[in-house]
């Protein structure tokens, strides 16, 4: 009777089918139409605005946003919604590595780091091509510079894979990175408020 070399034959399903949701999930919210420029806000009235992983409430100041303040807003928009999937697969991927035994292996942990990396550089670059209204440049700078953590916390989690360290370091740079994405997530929300006034 043959032994099977793999003793958990089944251990690739879980991640194959985490990943499968993340790329459903990123590749439907790029489709999903982009918000019209005619948006309204009347006066004291309440507007409800999911971001990320959680939802704020804000109040109207009256009036009507911009075309190019209206635009600005839905790019870090979707630079958020692409960070957030960053967000998980780094967390995936770095969980699934640090499973006894591992879940994923050097190799495939390695090139999907390298992705993530990439992606995030992608990102801080298209926020850094953008140009905000004038009053939201304070905000720009907050939002420019939790991305650049981002950028700082990959590579660092990157040299930490790579390294003969315990761990430890490829853990505090994906945690750095959860927060940094957070804090953005967290830092668009507060520019919408500024915006809509």
């Known amino acids: 009777m043959a032994v099977n070399p793999d003793p958990r034959p089944g251990r690739w399903i879980l991640p194959l089918v985490v990943l499968g949701m993340i790329a459903f999930t990123y590749f439907f919210v ?36 911009d075309p190019a303040t209206d635009a600005y807003l839905g790019e870090i928009d979707s630079i958020n919604t692409d960070l957030q999937v960053q967000r998980t697969e780094f967390v995936t991927v770095n969980n699934s590595f640090n499973e006894e035994p591992r879940g994923i292996e050097y190799p495939d942990a390695e090139s999907r780091f390298e992705a993530v990396l990439s992606a995030t ?10 140009t905000p209204p004038t009053a939201l440049e304070s905000n720009h700078a907050t939002l420019q510079s939790y991305l650049d953590s981002a950028v700082t916390s990959a590579t660092e989690a990157l040299d930490g894979l790579r390294s003969t360290d315990t761990g430890q370091r490829r853990n505090d740079g994906v945690n750095a990175y959860v927060q940094a994405a957070s804090d953005y997530d967290t830092e668009v929300t507060n520019t919408h408020n500024v915006a809509n006034g």
């Not at 019209?36 to 605005?49: I, N, Q, Y």
């Not at 550089?121 to 953008?130: H, I, Q, S």
């Open 30 to 65: 790029r489709e999903l139409p982009e918000a019209s420029t005619e948006t309204t806000l009347v006066s004291g009235s309440a507007t409800t605005t999911t971001l990320g992983d959680g939802s704020t409430t804000t109040t109207g100041g009256g009036g009507t946003l």
């Open 121 to 130: 550089e992608g990102l801080a670059e298209r926020l850094r091509n953008l």
